[in-house]
């Protein structure tokens, strides 16, 4: 996996270092900005002066209301098969029915105030947070869609559509009104290079996090360049759409205390910082970029693949907003509630009875890859979050309850291909197939299963309070009276289909 090669790819770097560190720049080095444009240049970066005072403090405001209603959480995520919990919190605010993988763990966001969507918020305060955080997504689609304009990096020489240009002096004005930006405006007609700048520009969602860095018992240490206090270790971005642009919102809650301390090299260990590096590279020094209240940057095209960044802690309170394009192609509330519709078009109801309309192996191997995915990738990843989400919105529980009726019909079809591949009446060949393919998910499913119960168990886990212990869930034994067809664990059906395969042949 990915994941593993990088593995390798650090050790190999750390075993070249030795007991050496390389070398990074900061504001206060003499070559800084040359490095910048040179190897970092499409870092971009916007100082708070440069940003509307009242956006400033709608999103200010936005920040203290979520952590007053307890809204930030640490997560649950799962490195190299072990459960750890994030040191930062965070939330997931955006487009209703979206969601953002990261490190095996699913959000789901709490939807920002959209038109045509029915959502009611725990307190009109959470609606307005939500709604200065629209806000702000689209102030920094304007921003980025200027930087890579400013860069050429739009793929052409020339902007042709003045539509768009209009459309943004009009929305740079509408954010001191207002109202957002509709979708259908911005799909008016453009040439193709502008709509893939308006595609890598348009965040569907933000990732708010928060950190007290004197909260924290521990923090990493940066391993390469001694660059001190890490509170997110190096990384690239994960389940994006590629070449999209991340935008961030810094908010340091620095006091009068933080002064520079003017006698240290290297960074200042009480600010904020977002380091970058070119990945798996040791000739280019690093760069640490300090992290000031309402400061802006911009990661654009494909600096999120070519380079990692991490975050520096500093020693005040700290909150941020991190736009992105998730891909959402597999992510979407409507993409998996349009794959339980397509696996249902082979259950055949009648008034009393329930059958399969087909039994080819292609099929059953297409309704139950989907059961699996509507199992793991999104009932049991929203339970494992506990009662998290009711602390902002109701919203997920209809769409999670009426996942979970499909799901609960996909059991129904998994029990009637094991009653029909019970039966001889099928030509061998084709049956043997079906069989085959159908144990294959069925021991995923199993192991799945096995996982998660065990993520739920965790002593990351156990350590979380009530409301956000994890929940396993669907679970079931035998004799509860839950009308369930076939048993939580699989190891008999399996066992039995093993059995099964070898007598045909």
């Known amino acids: 996996s990915r994941y593993r090669s990088e593995e390798r790819k650090k050790k190999k770097l750390l075993e070249e270092l030795g007991e050496n560190s390389l070398p990074y720049l900061t504001p206060a080095d003499a070559d800084f900005h040359q490095l910048w444009k040179t190897k970092y240049s499409k870092l971009v970066f916007r100082k708070s002066d440069t ?21 930030f959480f640490q997560d649950l995520v799962r490195i190299k098969g072990k459960d750890f919990l994030t040191p930062v919190s965070r939330i997931l605010i955006g487009n209703p029915g979206c969601t953002y993988k990261y490190l095996n763990t699913r959000l789901f966001t709490v939807p920002w105030p959209t038109e045509g969507y029915d959502i009611k918020y725990c307190s009109p305060q959470i609606h307005d947070a939500c709604k200065a955080l629209m806000r702000l997504n689209d102030y920094l689609h304007i921003e980025a869609v200027k930087a890579l304009r400013g860069q050429n990096l739009s793929e052409t020489k020339e902007i042709k559509a003045t539509t768009v240009i209009n459309r943004e002096q009009s929305l740079a004005t509408s954010l001191t009104e207002q109202g957002s930006v509709s979708k259908d405006q911005s799909s008016v007609c453009m040439p193709e290079d502008d709509r893939s700048l308006q595609n890598r520009t348009s965040y569907n969602l933000t990732l708010l996090n928060y950190m007290d860095p004197l909260q924290m018992l521990y923090l990493k240490q940066e391993p390469y360049f001694g660059m001190g206090n890490m509170a997110v270790s190096w990384h690239h971005d994960e389940n994006l759409v590629e070449k999209s642009t991340v935008a961030v919102y810094n908010y340091s809650c620095e006091g009068d205390a933080v002064e520079a301390s003017l006698n240290i090299s290297g960074r200042d260990p009480a600010v904020w910082h977002v380091g970058l590096k070119v990945a798996w590279d040791i000739e280019t020094p690093g760069l640490a970029v300090p992290l000031h209240q309402g400061d802006i940057y911009l990661m654009l095209d494909d600096l999120n693949m070519t380079h990692q960044h991490c975050v520096l802690a500093g020693l005040s309170p700290r909150f941020s907003s991190t736009h992105r394009v998730a891909d959402s192609s597999r992510g979407t509330l409507e993409y998996i509630l349009g794959q339980c519709e397509l696996a249902l078009q082979n259950l055949q109801t009648d008034s009393d009875s329930m059958a399969l309309k087909s039994l080819e192996a292609a099929v059953v191997k297409q309704v139950e890859e989907i059961h699996n995915e509507v199992e793991f990738e999104w009932l049991r990843q929203f339970w494992f979050q506990g009662k998290r989400y009711l602390k902002c919105t109701d919203w997920w529980l209809k769409p999670m309850a009426k996942l979970e009726e499909f799901w609960r019909k996909l059991e129904i079809m998994t029990s009637l291909v094991l009653s029909e591949v019970r039966k001889e ?81």
């Open 51 to 71: 940003v509307p005072e009242e956006l400033h403090q709608m999103v200010q405001e936005s920040f203290l209301t979520l952590r007053e209603h307890n809204c």
């Open 425 to 505: 009446q099928q030509i061998e060949e084709q049956r043997k197939e079906t069989i085959s393919c159908f144990l294959l998910l069925l021991k995923e499913r199993q192991k799945l299963r096995q996982e998660w119960t065990a993520r739920c168990q965790s002593d990351a886990a156990e350590s979380l309070p009530e409301d956000q212990k994890p929940e396993c869930y669907p679970f079931w034994t035998d004799d509860d009276e839950c009308n369930m067809p076939l048993p939580y664990d699989l190891e008999e059906v399996i066992a039995y289909l093993q059995n099964l395969v070898q007598w045909i042949e």
